[in-house]
C-alpha cells in the first residue's frame, strides 16, 4: 500500500502579517483536502519591530499559529534572543502546537519544559516521522539569557543516532541557513528532508543534496512551501518526494483581510499606550547629519553604558519624539530595531581605522537589511566624546588619542559582526541584554525627568 504525505511549512515570517490571513486561509483549506497533514514554522516568526508583535510579546504569534493550527515549530534567533528569559520562557505557554528544537538547553544542560529536542509523529496509518531540529549558534547572546545553544549539526548527529531505529522517515526543521543545511545533507544522510530558513533562501521545487531533499520558502510569507511524500508501506521506505513554493500573491485573499491588519495594529497600539516619561522638548531625527535626536540618544547610550565614547548611525531614527507625555508605542515607532547596546574595547589605533572607515561616503544612503536594523538608510555616522580636528588628531574625551592606550565603545550589536568594522568581530565586547536600544531612550527619558 502506497500513503502521500503532505507537509507544509512556513519560514522566517518577522511578523509580516499583511499575508498571514491569507495564509493562514489557505493552510486551512489544504488540511482540509489531505488525510495526513503536517504544518510547519521553521522560526522567525516572531520580530519585535511589529507593533502587534511587541505589544504582546510574541504571544500574539502564538495565538496566530494556534489558530492556524500548525503542528510543529522551531525557534529563529528572533525567538530565541530578541525576549528576555523570563520572556522567552513563557512565550509558548498557550501553544496547542509543540516546539522542537534539539540544539538547545539552559545553562545547566537541562531542557526546559518547553520544548522537545525531537519528536516522534505517528500518521494514523502507523508511519512514525522522527522530527528534529536545530537553531543557529548565536552563543554569547544566548549566554548572555540564560540559555546555552549546542553545536548543532555534531548534536544533530547524536539525535538522529537515537532516534534511527525508532522511526520511518526523518525531517530536519533547520534555522541554520543554507550553507548549514548542505554541510547537513552530506554530514546526515538519515535526514530524508530539511526544512530550511534564517538566510531568507528558497526552492522553487526543492534541491536534492545526498539524497536529501532541501526546502525552503523565503521571507515574509510570500510564499507557503509544501513538501509531499509518497511512503510504500510494504517496503517501508520513501518512493518519491517533492518540493513545492506557493506564492501568497497568487492566493485568494480572505474578504476580512485590511480589517484583520488594523486589529492586529491597534491591540498593539493599546498595549503600548502606557506613558514612560515626559520630554521637555520635541526631538527631531535628521538621517544625514548631527541632530537634537541624536545628541540626546547619544548621551543616553554613554550614561547607560559608561563607555569612554560612542558611535552610532543617524538612521536608526525613524521619527521625531514630540514634546511631552512620551509613550511606549512612542519609542517603538522611533526605533523599532531589535538591537541591543554594546561596548566594544579598542586600542587608539582602533578607534583611528573605525573613524576612517565610518567616512565611506555610500554608507549613509546604504539600504542596510538585516542585522536587526529595521530602518531605510544607514544615514551619517554619529559620534559622542570622539572628535576629530581639521589637522587629524583625535580627542576622545577631551584627550588627543593615544594609539596603544584601551577605550571602551558604545555602539550597536549590528556593528559587531564584522560588516562594517572588521576589528570589531574580534575585538572584546559587552552585550547589554535584554535590553534593546529604545530601553535605553526609556531609561535615560525617566532619569532626565527626575532631575527636573
Avoid at 509543540?98 to 537541562?110: I, K, L, M, P, Y
Amino acid at each position: 500500500m502506497r500513503e502521500t504525505i503532505q507537509i507544509y511549512h512556513t519560514n522566517d515570517l518577522h511578523s509580516h502579517l499583511e499575508n498571514w490571513s491569507t495564509i493562514h486561509q489557505f493552510l486551512s483549506e489544504r488540511r482540509a483536502m489531505h488525510d495526513t497533514c503536517l504544518i510547519l514554522d521553521i522560526g522567525d516568526h516572531i520580530d519585535r519591530s511589529n507593533i502587534f508583535t511587541e505589544g504582546t510579546l510574541g504571544r500574539g504569534n502564538v495565538e496566530l499559529l494556534n489558530a492556524a493550527s500548525y503542528d510543529y515549530v522551531t525557534i529563529g534567533n528572533n525567538e530565541g534572543i530578541t525576549l528576555s528569559h523570563e520572556e522567552l520562557e513563557n512565550l509558548y505557554n498557550d501553544a496547542s502546537f509543540e516546539v522542537v528544537v534539539s540544539n538547545f538547553t539552559d545553562q545547566n544542560g537541562a531542557i526546559p519544559s518547553w520544548m522537545l529536542p525531537y519528536k516522534i509523529h505517528e500518521t494514523p496509518s502507523g508511519i512514525r516521522i522522527g522530527i528534529i531540529a536545530a537553531t543557529a549558534d548565536f552563543g554569547i547572546y544566548y549566554e548572555k539569557l540564560g540559555w546555552h545553544i549546542q553545536e548543532p549539526i555534531n548534536r544533530l548527529k547524536e539525535v538522529c543516532e537515537k532516534m534511527e531505529n525508532k522511526v520511518d522517515i526523518i525531517l530536519c526543521m533547520s534555522h541554520l541557513g543554507i550553507s548549514q543545511d548542505e554541510l547537513i545533507s552530506k554530514q546526515i544522510p538519515q535526514i530524508d528532508v530539511i526544512f530550511g530558513s534564517h538566510t531568507h533562501h528558497f526552492f522553487e521545487e526543492g534541491k536534492m543534496v545526498n539524497g536529501t531533499l532541501q526546502a525552503a520558502a523565503g521571507k515574509y510569507g510570500a510564499y507557503v512551501g509544501n513538501v509531499m511524500f509518497d511512503y510504500d508501506h510494504s517496503c517501508k521506505r520513501i518512493i518519491s518526494k517533492k518540493a513545492t513554493l506557493h506564492p501568497v500573491e497568487d492566493l485568494h485573499k480572505p474578504a476580512n483581510d485590511l480589517e484583520q491588519l488594523e486589529t492586529w495594529k491597534r491591540i498593539g497600539e493599546n498595549k503600548l499606550a502606557t506613558i514612560l516619561f515626559q520630554n521637555s522638548i520635541l526631538l527631531k531625527k535628521d538621517w544625514f547629519h548631527s541632530s537634537n535626536m541624536s545628541d540626546f540618544f547619544g548621551e543616553a547610550l554613554l550614561a547607560f553604558t559608561g563607555a569612554d565614547c560612542a558611535m552610532f548611525p543617524a538612521g536608526i531614527f525613524l521619527t521625531d519624539l514630540p514634546k511631552g507625555n512620551i509613550t511606549a508605542s512612542d519609542l517603538h515607532k522611533l526605533l523599532p530595531h531589535p538591537i541591543n547596546p554594546c561596548v566594544v574595547t579598542l586600542t587608539g589605533a582602533e578607534l583611528l581605522e573605525m573613524i576612517q572607515l565610518s567616512k565611506n561616503e555610500k554608507w549613509p544612503l546604504l539600504e542596510v537589511k538585516g542585522l536587526g536594523f529595521r530602518g531605510k538608510y544607514l544615514g551619517a555616522m554619529q559620534f559622542v566624546d570622539l572628535t576629530e580636528q581639521e589637522n587629524g588628531d583625535v580627542y576622545v574625551k577631551g584627550e588627543i588619542l593615544k594609539h596603544e592606550k584601551t577605550y571602551a565603545l558604545a555602539t550597536l550589536d549590528m556593528f559587531t559582526f564584522g560588516y562594517f568594522f572588521p576589528a570589531f568581530k574580534f575585538a572584546n565586547k559587552q552585550y547589554f541584554m535584554p535590553e534593546f536600544i529604545r530601553d535605553v531612550m526609556k531609561w535615560y527619558g525617566k532619569q532626565q525627568e527626575s532631575k527636573r
